[in-house]
């Protein structure tokens, strides 16, 4: 049997977003949040049900999609890779098969890109990334919704990614052509984004060696862990590798005045950043945290609720 012939809108990269709908998906967002501090009731998912499937740990993607679901009236199920055993135990097209027939969506938070895309290619429901080794796409709705909330539209501002050319990295490759920003990355050799991402991007994309040529004039600074889940063995090489680029006061010093600086968190004070830089005033980490609860909402409501998610 092929994939389901029902047809039905997925996020497993930003690019499943045209550029209107990301735009609208953070003034939602911002909105949902708003309403949900106004003690608002806004249940449209009641009797909706979220599977969220994790073979990778997780603290904000948990709670987020959770707490997200359980506001907007509906209901989530965790999954751990023991309860599943994603293409072990059973074929993962089988597993999406049943499964979406059974839920309303999938969270899936695991390591190869190509298990969100090959379970979605089976759904009858929309599939969500969660997180893989190559994409982010969720951190950086709530991302680009605290700039909004802080800053105004990213349109036109300059964006510096300083450390690994990582997940997170590459989904703000994505946004940078869906959001129209420009993005200058300072990575150290044998650590860059994905190849092929940046040369799509064009000129919206610079790759540097120097952090404090990166950071010159940017309007937001970005930065994660040196090494991520499933890369601890490499964690000394990668520390001398990547200690020139620390976020540093210094670092800040080179960008705009008002620049914001962001972590997607869990921080590694003295490591990737200085406590100086994530606990001072130009930190929204915080923020950014938070808005992953809002602006998974947004995206809950629209896939769930929109002609858009219905196919």
């Known amino acids: 049997m092929d994939a389901h012939p029902i047809q039905c809108r997925h996020f497993l990269s930003l690019f499943d977003l045209s550029a209107d709908e990301a735009r609208a998906l953070l003034a939602r967002g911002i909105e949902l949040k708003r309403m949900l501090r106004a003690g608002e009731d806004h249940r449209p998912l009641a009797h909706r049900t979220l599977a969220m499937i994790f073979e990778k740990s997780s603290t904000r993607t948990r709670v987020s999609f959770e707490t997200g679901m359980v506001q907007l009236g509906g209901h989530a199920l965790f999954l751990s890779p023991r309860d599943t055993q994603l293409g072990r135990g059973e074929p993962i097209e089988d597993s999406a098969r049943v499964l979406s027939r059974m839920v309303d969506a999938v969270m899936i938070r695991t390591f190869s890109q ?81 190849a092929d991402l940046l040369t799509a991007a064009g000129d919206r994309c610079t790759l540097l060696r120097d952090p404090e040529a990166a950071a010159e004039g940017a309007h937001l600074v970005a930065t994660d862990v040196w090494a991520s889940m499933g890369q601890e063995d490499e964690q000394a090489r990668r520390q001398t590798c990547f200690a020139p680029f620390q976020v540093t006061d210094a670092i800040m010093a080179r960008a705009t005045t008002d620049a914001l600086f962001m972590h997607c968190l869990p921080a590694h004070r003295g490591e990737e950043v200085a406590a100086s830089v994530i606990d001072g005033p130009q930190s929204v980490v915080w923020d950014e945290a938070e808005n992953r609860l809002h602006a998974q909402k947004a995206l809950l409501e629209f896939l769930l609720t929109s002609s858009a998610g219905r196919g």
């Not at 009858?124 to 950086?140: A, E, F, K, S, Y």
């Not at 036109?156 to 920003?181: H, K, T, Y």
């Open 114 to 194: 190509e298990t969100v895309e090959l379970f979605a290619a089976y759904s009858q429901v929309p599939v969500i990334n969660g997180l893989t080794d190559r994409l982010h796409p969720c951190q950086l709705l709530a991302d680009i919704q605290t700039y909004q909330e802080h800053r105004g539209d990213i349109r036109g501002r300059r964006v510096a990614w300083i450390g690994d050319g990582n997940n997170m990295c590459n989904s703000f490759i994505e946004a940078a052509q869906l959001f129209d920003f420009e993005l200058r990355i300072a990575c150290p050799e044998g650590f860059e984004p994905d």
